[in-house]
C-alpha cells in the first residue's frame, strides 16, 4: 500500500509519515521547494517537490498512490494575504481531490480542524456541531471540508474528513512561547481562566488519521479526534508550572481590553506584513471555549487517546528542553 501526505515536513505531517512508515506502508511526502524535510531523513519516506497550489505537482506526486492524506494548510500568520489562504486551504483542496480522482486513488483522509466551530456555546460538542468560524483561516478551512464533504458524498471520491482539536506534542513551537511564559513568570492567565480547552496529542491524531483511512465504508463521514477530557485554562497553567518546577502569576488580565489592544496592533502590523506581538484570535485562545465529545471515533474507528494530559505536558516540557527552548 502506498500513502502520499500533503504537507508533510509540517509538525502533524511528520507524524503521519512517521505512523503509516511504522505500519509498513509506502510513504511518499509531498513538500515544497523551500521545506525543510530532515524530519524525514530517518523514516525512509519517498519525497516529491509539489504545491497543493499546482495541480500538475500533484498528478506527478499520487502516482500508484493508495491513500492520500491532506494535511497541507496555511495557518496563522499576518504576512499572508486573504487571498493565499483561500488560495491553500480551499483551491488547494480541490486541487487534491481533483488528482484523487483523476489517477483512481482509493481514499483520502482530509484534515480540517475544530476550529470551523470556533466558540462552544454549550459544550461538549460532537460532529453535528454547527459552523462558526470566526477569522479567516477558520473560513478558509471550513469552506475545505465542505468541498471535501460535498465530493465524498456525491460519490466522486471515496474519503472522511478528520477534525482534530487543539494539536500540541514533543517538539511544537507553537507552544513555545506559552510555556517560557509560563517558566518564566511573564504569562498571567488572561480572562477570567475557566474556559474550557481540549488539547490532543499529534501522535494520536496521526493514528487517528490511519484508523480512519483503514476504516471500511466510512466515505462522507467527519471523526472529531481529541484527547481524554478538556482542562479549564487555570488548571492547565498550573500544570504545566508545577511540571516546570514554578508557580502561575497571581494576577488575571481581563480580556476584553486586550482584545481591543490587539485589533489597533494587528491593524498596524498588517500592511507591512509583519508579525503581530498580540492580536485578537491569539486573545480569543484565553476567551474561547472548546469541549468536544470523540465518542464516534471510539466507536467507529477504535479510536483512543494514549496518555494523560499530565503525561502530554511532560513529554512536551522534555522535548524543549532538548531543544534548548526552556531556561
Not at 105 to 132: F, L, M, N, Q, W
Amino acid at each position: 500500500m502506498r500513502c502520499v501526505v500533503t504537507g508533510s515536513t509540517g509538525n502533524l505531517g511528520q507524524r503521519v509519515c512517521r505512523e503509516m512508515s511504522a505500519a509498513g506502508y509506502e510513504v511518499v511526502g509531498l513538500h515544497r521547494a523551500t521545506s525543510d524535510t530532515s524530519a524525514l531523513d530517518d523514516l525512509g519516506v519517498l519525497r516529491r517537490e509539489g504545491d497543493v497550489k499546482e495541480p500538475e505537482s500533484l498528478l506527478r506526486a499520487f502516482q500508484e498512490a493508495d491513500v492520500v492524506f491532506h494535511v497541507a494548510a496555511l495557518f496563522r500568520e499576518a504576512k499572508h494575504p486573504d487571498s493565499e489562504y483561500w488560495a491553500v486551504n480551499v483551491d488547494g483542496t480541490r486541487n487534491v481531490l481533483d488528482a484523487a480522482i483523476a489517477l483512481g486513488v482509493r481514499k483520502v483522509v482530509h484534515c480540517s480542524t475544530i476550529g470551523v466551530h470556533s466558540h462552544i456555546p454549550e459544550p461538549p460538542a460532537d460532529e453535528s456541531e454547527p459552523y462558526r468560524p470566526a477569522d479567516t483561516y477558520q473560513v478558509t478551512k471550513c469552506e475545505g471540508e465542505k468541498l471535501a464533504l460535498e465530493y465524498f458524498r456525491d460519490g466522486r471520491v471515496n474519503g472522511c474528513v478528520v477534525r482534530p482539536s487543539m494539536i500540541w506534542g514533543p517538539g511544537d513551537g507553537r507552544l513555545r512561547k506559552l510555556f517560557r511564559g509560563i517558566q518564566r513568570r511573564r504569562l498571567p492567565v488572561i480572562g477570567s481562566g475557566r474556559t474550557l480547552l481540549h488539547w490532543v496529542d499529534v501522535r494520536d491524531v496521526a493514528r487517528g488519521m490511519r484508523l480512519a483511512a483503514e476504516k471500511a465504508d466510512n466515505s462522507g463521514e467527519v471523526y472529531i479526534l481529541a484527547g481524554a477530557e478538556p482542562v479549564r485554562l487555570d488548571r492547565l497553567f498550573g500544570l504545566i508550572a508545577s511540571q516546570l518546577g514554578t508557580s502561575v502569576l497571581p494576577v488575571r488580565v481581563p480580556a476584553g481590553p486586550l482584545a481591543l489592544l490587539g485589533d489597533v496592533v494587528e491593524a498596524l502590523c498588517k500592511p507591512f506584513g509583519i508579525e503581530p506581538p498580540i492580536y485578537r484570535r491569539r486573545v480569543g485562545f484565553f476567551t474561547k471555549t472548546r469541549a468536544f465529545d470523540w465518542s464516534k471515533a471510539r466507536t467507529d474507528l477504535g479510536y483512543a487517546p494514549t496518555g494523560s494530559l499530565e503525561d502530554e505536558i511532560r513529554d512536551i516540557i522534555r522535548s524543549y528542553r532538548a531543544l534548548g527552548w526552556l531556561d
